[in-house]
Each structure stands twice: as C-alpha cells, then as structure tokens.
T-cell receptor, first 113, second 110 residues
C-alpha cells in the first residue's frame, strides 16, 4: 500500500457520459498530480494541485477538470467521454514540489464503450 | 511538450542476465528518476538522481545521471523473474512536474 488511495479501481461508462475519479494523497503530502496512461503512450501529465491551488497544467483536455479540496483529496472530472478517453488514470502525491519523486496510487482503469 | 526517449521499448532476457536501458532528452534535466510498474499497479520509485555524473545503487539496480544532464541509464544485474514489469525513466527540466518516458517492458525467461 503506497498510501495514495484512488477510487474507483475500475469504471465502465458510455460515450457522452461524465465520471469523477477520486484521489486521497499520502498523509502529509500537499501536492497531487494526475497522469493519464494510454497504451504505448507512457504517462502523460494532466494537472497538478498544491495545497488546494492549481500549480501546473499539462495536456489536459477542456472536457476534463480537477480540483483539490481543503482536506487535500482531489477529484478529476471527465465529461463528454469519448472512446479515446479509455485509459488508466493515476494520481500521485508529494510533500512539496516532488524533488524526491512522487508516490503513485494504483490507478483507475476507465473504459468508455 | 517535453519528450523523453527511452530505449529499448521491450526486452526478453534469460534469468541471470544483466539488463541495461537508457533515457535521453533534448534538454537539460535537474533530476532523473527511475520507476517500475507491475501489472495492475502504479509506478514505484526505484532510484532518484540529483547531480550530473551521480551513480547510485539500490540492490541489484544501478543508475547514473549523465554528465551532459540529458541522459540517464539503469542497469539491473543478475535478473530474476520478479524483475518483470515496465521500467520508466522520469525527469524534471526545472521546477516542473515530472516528464516520463514511454517505458521499457522487461520479460524474464526462467
């Protein structure tokens, strides 16, 4: 157990729908990062929050949004889902800016049908 | 965005053999990290490197931060079946989130 908790573990939904992925960071970590892992595409950075505020943005689609709440958990919202959004979505956390690396959760596997 | 070129893409080796994989970038990185991902799990940090030329070991794993700061390699000695998985390099070009390579998929034949 890495200490980073992601729910749900699996999600199957239809095109056009909206889903919310949830992440609880490791105790004491203030930064939360969201990454998307598609087949053969490695880990693509989506967005980072630090202590409730957006800190960095990657190649995140406009249909996707995220937030970090006062208790430091984070949610990634994916809307108007397309088949191509099917992927593993990972949340990671770090104490500060992650100079010593990130701790990853086990991921949410999203399948859009 | 930032690109990391990781090679090889996949490797099939016999148990007991040594393994070498590397990662290059088009720009200078301040930090290089190596992660391993097991099936159904998130990546786990293996080794972190912070200084050009730094050579760090973690058991049978050894990694180096290239002198040019644009590359890094990971060696695994005397591979065993539990070394199977996907190995990712990751780097930070500045005070920015980690950029990951596409991974090296390692298969070990007993």
């Amino acid at each position: 157990d890495s200490g980073v908790t992601q729910t749900p573990k699996h999600l199957i939904t239809a095109t056009g729908q909206r889903v919310t992925l949830r992440c609880s960071p490791r105790s004491g970590d203030l930064s939360v990062y969201w990454y998307q892992q598609s087949l053969d595409q490695g880990l693509q950075f989506l967005i980072q929050y630090y202590n409730g505020e957006e800190r960095a943005k990657g190649n995140i689609l406009e249909r996707f949004s995220a937030q970090q709440f006062p208790d430091l958990h984070s949610e990634l919202n994916l809307s108007s889902l397309e088949l191509g959004d099917s992927a593993l979505y990972f949340c990671a956390s770090s104490v500060g800016q992650g100079s010593y690396g990130y701790t990853f959760g086990s991921g949410t596997r999203l399948t859009v049908v | 965005g930032q690109q990391l070129n990781q090679s090889p893409q996949s490797m099939f080796i016999q148990e007991g053999e040594d393994v070498s994989m590397n990662c290059t970038s088009s720009s200078i990185f301040n930090t290089w990290l190596w992660y391993k991902q097991d099936p159904g799990e998130g990546p786990v940090l293996l080794i972190a490197l912070y200084k050009a030329g730094e050579l760090t070991s973690n058991g049978r794993l050894t990694a180096q931060f290239g002198i040019t700061r644009k590359d890094s390699f990971l060696n695994i000695s005397a591979s065993i079946p539990s070394d199977v998985g996907i190995y990712f390099c990751a780097g930070r070009p500045g005070n920015t989130p980690l950029v990951f390579g596409k991974g090296t998929r390692l298969s070990v034949i007993a």
